[in-house]
């Protein structure tokens, strides 16, 4: 039989291997401003999608500045599930080729 000692120390081991399996939060260091703005920011390019004819893809390249685009890439990470974001990524970035839907290396 195992003793309450033995078992705290067999939970704790538990506890431990399952945080080792989450996935890491990225978004962890962000601070307050940073994510009220990414959430802001995000649904207003969602409204902003419905609206245009060229949907997410039209409105997130809607712009002359790598540096807004990547702000818009950001707040669209930060507001949308990995996969989702995937889609809509492939849709903007080119493709070396048609079977092949990742986007190129090096391509933004």
Same mark, same amino acid.
């Given at each position: 039989?195992? +003793?309450?000692?033995?078992m705290v120390a067999l939970i704790e081991s538990c506890r431990h291997e399952? /945080?080792?399996m989450l996935p890491v939060d990225e978004f962890a260091s962000l601070s307050s401003k940073t994510r009220q703005d990414y959430r802001q920011l995000g649904r207003k390019?969602? /409204? !902003?999608? !419905? *609206?245009?004819?060229?949907? &997410?893809?039209e409105v997130m390249t809607a712009t002359q500045r790598p540096t807004t685009f990547y702000? !818009? &890439? @950001? @707040?669209? !990470? *930060?507001?949308?599930? $990995?996969g989702i974001l995937w &889609?809509?990524?492939s849709?903007?970035?080119p493709r070396e080729n048609n079977d +092949? $839907?990742?986007p190129t290396a090096g391509a933004a």
């Open positions: 039989m195992i +003793d309450a000692d033995e399952m /945080q080792a390019l969602l /409204q !902003r999608a !419905r *609206y245009t004819e060229g949907g &997410v893809a702000k !818009r &890439v @950001a @707040a669209l !990470r *930060y507001c949308l599930p $990995p &889609v809509i990524m849709a903007i970035l +092949d $839907p990742r």
